[in-house]
């Protein structure tokens, strides 16, 4: 007699945070906040700021397949919000299914939404897909950075395979002024040491900067990319539908190289007008 054995169900990680921020007393103040599962944010006191900073976190302590997650992000008029992760978000080998991340942000006139993770590591096999959605209003401003790592040189580790595929969208006043979709699947790899894509570095980091002032730093932003050090990169700038954005790349041999190169990329994009913006403090601890 035959039996058929069905094959075994995994557990699977499910969270999703939600963080909106409002303008009240001369400082952006949460507004609504909601955790589920897996995720979890935090908002760190800094005494004597304006500005709020929201942590995210997922507890089950990074993803593979089959699970699923949804980040979302609100700030409201005349305010500033960033946002980050408590350490890098790591993607592990897949036996079967794709890791699923969905970010969704909203920025209000007036306001400014910096959306700044630390890195996300690939191991071998790893399967993410993702999609960032951002929606910008008025006069709004937003900076969307995302460093991503195969496998961490420095552990002598080899993203052999797997699938990575990113997909953005960023609209402002419900036009769509950016879209992207990067895949890589199969032999990554191989993939990674031809001339036409990383050249055989494993890290790279793509900003996007949307606001008024974004055509003004396309200059100072160039400048760093020259000074950098075994890291290549450009930057162009763009007026679409009355919004100018500017976008940086970033290939770097390894991990530690592309956040040398990315922190004072950040500080100075992230600086405007009254915000002297700096890469949020956790990035170092």
């Not at 969270?15 to 921020?21: K, N």
């Not at 460093?147 to 990113?166: K, Y």
């Amino acid at each position: 007699m035959n039996h058929q054995v069905s094959p075994p169900t995994f557990q699977r990680t499910q969270g999703c945070g939600r963080i909106s921020v409002k303008h009240s007393g001369d400082r952006t103040r949460i507004d609504r906040l909601y955790q589920q599962g897996a995720a979890r944010i935090r908002v760190p006191d800094h005494p004597g700021r304006s500005d709020l900073e929201a942590v995210i976190i997922n507890t089950a302590g990074g993803v593979t397949g089959g699970d699923n997650l949804a980040w979302e992000a609100a700030a409201g008029a005349g305010t500033n919000l960033t946002v980050t992760t408590q350490a890098c978000e790591k993607v592990y080998k897949a036996d079967q299914d794709t890791a699923n991340v969905n970010v969704r942000l909203d920025v209000a006139t007036g306001a400014t939404l910096n959306w700044l993770p630390q890195e996300t590591i690939l191991f071998d096999q790893a399967r993410l897909s993702r999609t960032i959605e951002a929606h910008l209003h008025g006069n709004a401003s937003l900076l969307l950075v995302e460093p991503v790592i195969f496998g961490r040189r420095a552990m002598n580790e080899t993203v052999r395979s797997g699938l990575w595929h990113d997909t953005w969208r960023i609209h402002h006043n419900n036009c769509l002024i950016h879209a992207e979709n990067v895949r890589l699947s199969g032999e990554i790899a191989q993939i990674l040491d031809r001339n036409a894509t990383l050249h055989g570095h494993t890290a790279l980091a793509t900003l996007a900067l949307v606001g008024n002032h974004a055509e003004g730093k396309l200059a100072g932003a160039r400048a760093l990319l020259a000074d950098g050090q075994s890291c290549s990169g450009g930057a162009s700038c763009w007026t679409v539908a009355d919004a100018n954005k500017l976008i940086v790349r970033l290939a770097a041999r390894d991990g530690y190289t592309l956040r040398q190169a990315l922190i004072p990329l950040i500080n100075y994009l992230a600086a405007h007008g009254q915000h002297a913006a700096a890469v949020p403090k956790i990035w170092s601890l």
